[in-house]
């Protein structure tokens, strides 16, 4: 039975749906968990032009960015938002965004998702080399999407996809597409992703990727800590140390913080997966991340617990690599590369944790990928590529 399936957005048939919804019961689908789809485009300052995505199925809610490279603007179970409250409150429309400015920072100018794909050519902090210039964590997640569609299941439970094409080309550098997909399956608790990177290039180039996913309060909150099947922690820089030996646990709202990372392994159980998870102080909260280790070998910890209006927040991050500048990761032999015709794939599952028994749930899994595991904590950064134990 063939799905629904809605293009919402296509550049090379010149379609865009401004303003669109759809609902579960105008599909005829009296089955199941009630959803309605819908789309906005925001007017006004400089939201310009953006548009947002709106799944709501059951109890959970999930928005997309399509003009942000298909980013997640945030997330809702039960009537808890996941997110967090940044100082950019406004979902800025790439047009308005500068990379290059503040030093190649200007990526921050737009900087509010609960997840924001770092990539695909690089990532990482800015850096010139040469005649090169690496702005802040690449273009992906200001690339409007090309094509966005949406997927809906004839036959229970209705499986909802939303797919969107990213793409990112230069004359004589790269040539890369991206197919995202969004997944929510109606009653569930948390959602998925599957994205595949292409190289359509004549000649094999380099990559990178990192999904910078954020999360601030309810969940943040001193005592709130991280939990995963950590095997090597070590500073991301001199600046990390000072926390180090507190790197899972965070702190309270801290004013004059600088933001601390944490450049870390984990372990995966016998399907390849891992999972790693924010915890509130009391247990009752958390957000978790699950992912296929062999897609995404490394895992940045970012902890950034300034002031509340400043932008409270921490990043649990699996990537391809570190937020390094990329000649940093290159000479560290972390670079990937994808020949001519080849893909990538990077498969990741969100599960939003609203009570007791869900975090002990999801805590109980990570043990189990943590039997026989044991961190080693590095008292320096790891710029080199680490020799395996």
């Known amino acids: 039975m063939q799905d629904f399936i809605f293009t919402l957005t296509d550049t090379a048939g010149g379609l865009e749906a401004a303003d669109w919804t759809v609902t579960s019961s105008e599909l005829g689908i009296k089955d199941g968990v009630p959803f309605e789809i819908t789309k906005r485009t925001l007017h006004g300052g400089r939201q310009e032009g953006s548009t947002l995505v709106t799944i709501r199925a059951g109890q959970l809610t999930v928005t997309v960015i399509p003009t942000r490279g298909m980013g997640i603007l945030k997330a809702s179970l039960d009537g808890i938002e996941f997110g967090w409250a940044s100082p950019v409150d406004e979902v800025v429309h790439p047009s308005f965004i500068r990379l290059g400015e503040r030093n190649g920072l200007g990526w921050l100018e737009g900087f ?4 924001v794909r770092c990539g695909y050519e690089w990532t990482g902090h800015p850096m010139v080399d040469g005649d090169k210039v690496y702005t802040l964590h690449g273009r992906a997640g200001n690339t409007p999407a090309s094509r966005v569609e949406v997927c809906i299941a004839r036959e229970a439970p209705h499986r909802i996809t939303l797919r969107g094409l990213i793409k990112e080309k230069a004359f004589k550098n790269v040539d890369f597409e991206t197919w995202t997909e969004l997944t929510v399956v109606p009653g569930d608790t948390g959602f998925s992703l599957d994205d595949r990177l292409v190289n359509y290039a004549d000649y094999a180039h380099p990559y990178e990727v990192i999904y910078h996913t954020n999360v601030g309060r309810p969940v943040l909150e001193e005592g709130a800590r991280v939990i995963g099947p950590f095997t090597h922690v070590a500073p991301f820089n001199d600046a990390a140390k000072p926390d180090l030996s507190t790197w899972d646990r965070y702190r309270g709202p801290t004013r004059d913080f600088d933001e601390m990372l944490y450049a870390c392994e984990l372990a995966a159980g016998a399907d390849g997966r891992t999972e790693v998870a924010l915890v509130n102080a009391s247990g009752t909260l958390g957000f978790s991340v699950a992912y296929h280790l062999a897609e995404m070998p490394a895992f940045t910890l970012w902890k950034n617990t300034d002031t509340d209006k400043q932008g409270y927040v921490t990043g649990l991050e699996p ?15 972390r ?7 080849a893909e990538a794939r990077f498969r990741l599952r969100f599960d939003l944790l609203t009570n007791t028994s869900a975090v002990e749930a999801c805590a109980a899994r990570i043990d189990t990928l943590k039997a026989g595991v044991k961190a080693t904590v590095h008292g320096e950064p790891i710029l080199r590529s680490r020799p395996k134990a």
């Open 112 to 115: 509010n998702e609960l997840m």
């Open 319 to 333: 990537g391809s690599n570190y937020p390094y500048p990329l000649p940093v990761e290159r000479a560290a032999n």
């Open 335 to 341: 670079l990937r590369t994808l020949e001519s015709g």
